[in-house]
Structures are given as C-alpha cells and as structure tokens.
C-alpha cells in the first residue's frame, strides 16, 4: 500500500514534538556519519602512509573524491532528465527504505562495532 503523500514530513514532525525522538534523531545522524566516514579515513590514511610525493598524491586524491560524487551525479541528471520515471522509483525505494532502515541501521553499527571491538582487541593482546 503506498504512502499518502507528505508522510515524510508528517514522520518528522511528529519526531520533532519529543524529546526522546530529537535524541533518536541525532544518534542516528552521528551513527550513519561514523559508519559512512571510515572508508574515507582509511582512503586518507593509506594514501598518507603512501609515501608518495604531494604531487603524487593529489592525482589519486581527485579521483578518488570524482569516484565517490560521480554516482550522485549521474543520479541526479537521471532524474532531471527523467523526471516522471524517476519518481515513481525514487518513492518506491524510500518507501523500501523507510520499511527497512531500522534494521539497515541496526547492521551497519553492530558490524561496526564488532570490527572496532575486534580491532581493539588485537592491538591488545597481539
């Protein structure tokens, strides 16, 4: 059954009006920031444990930036170029995503968690 339209903005609201939903939003905020940020960090680590000459790495550092918009990109002039289309798959997908996102979330931190744990474990002991 679809969503009746503004039911985004109804959700958000009614988060808004509590506490306890304002505090939810901000830890989920920084728990998707936390997770989507390490791929950068390690990209930067590595790359400034590269050894490579800061010539050398600025090439690598923009391709890897146009690598990681590139995607929104081509999805966003897909969408203007393809408007109609576009949002009826863009409403189906946040209606998956709206469904399924606590468990998303509920994933991504958990196998975050176990790979810090695990790290810090072997620095440790090891």
């Known amino acids: 059954m679809p969503e009746k339209p503004g039911w985004a903005r109804e959700k958000v609201e009614a988060v808004r009006q509590s506490n306890l939903g304002m505090v939810a939003l901000g830890i989920t905020a920084a728990g998707i920031e936390?997770?989507?940020?390490?791929p950068?960090?390690?990209a930067m680590g590595l790359l400034g444990a590269s050894g490579l000459p800061a010539a050398g790495r600025l090439p690598i550092l923009a391709a890897y930036n146009l690598v990681m918009v590139l995607p929104a990109l081509v999805l966003l002039?897909?969408?203007y170029a393809f408007r109609?289309?576009?949002?009826?798959a863009l409403d189906r997908l946040a209606g998956w995503v709206s469904r399924n996102s606590a468990s998303m979330l509920?994933?991504?931190l958990a196998i975050a968690?176990?790979?810090l744990a695990r790290d810090g474990v072997a620095r440790l002991f090891f």
């Open 113 to 115: 968690g176990f790979l």
């Open 34 to 38: 936390a997770a989507t940020m390490l």
């Open 40 to 42: 950068y960090l390690a």
């Open 106 to 108: 509920s994933w991504t």
């Open 84 to 88: 109609r289309h576009m949002d009826k």
């Open 77 to 79: 002039a897909a969408r």
